[in-house]
């Protein structure tokens, strides 16, 4: 497993191969590596809103697409080049699996296929880790009161 630190009484559930998100008994927790500093983004489990599958693609071919498409007016080619940008943006679309909770919005790096059963445990595992994550905080607060 990752090497982290974990909180009082927080435990290891799952992980994906490559490293990148970690489930625990407490959070989920996502790393990514960037030429300057490792970076670590974590949700706790009870924050967690809604999960949803969207298309995300990269705005700025459709910015780019647009813009040539206006330069039409001056030079017949450069719809080509509106055209190509316009096509790059949607072969760059993938799904990818995003988890809202109540200030934020978390972008897992997984690439969602329909016949992937390893998405769906894990989105099974969370949804299981979190319905235990809450049903301990209601017993902690029902003793503490």
Not at 49 to 78: C, H, K, M, N
Not at 86 to 114: A, C, G, N, Q, W
Request: no cysteine; net charge positive; aromatic share 10%.
């Amino acid at each position: 497993m990752a090497a982290n630190k974990l909180l009082e009484g927080e435990q290891y559930l799952i992980q994906t191969i490559d490293k990148r998100i970690v489930l625990t008994t407490h959070r989920l927790m996502q790393f990514g590596f960037s030429w300057a500093l490792p970076r670590k983004r974590s949700v706790m489990l009870e924050d967690i809103v809604t999960w949803e599958i969207r298309q995300t693609g990269t705005p700025l071919y459709l910015g780019l697409s647009a813009a040539l498409a206006l330069t039409t007016y001056f030079d017949d080619a450069f719809a080509l080049f509106s055209g190509f940008f316009l096509i790059l943006y949607f072969m760059t679309r993938y799904r990818k699996i995003h988890i809202r909770t109540h200030d934020s919005v978390m972008v897992l790096p997984l690439d969602v296929v329909e016949e992937s059963s390893g998405i769906n445990v894990l989105i099974d595992t969370v949804r299981v880790a979190q319905r235990d994550r809450l049903e301990q905080l209601k017993k902690n607060t029902a003793v503490a009161a």
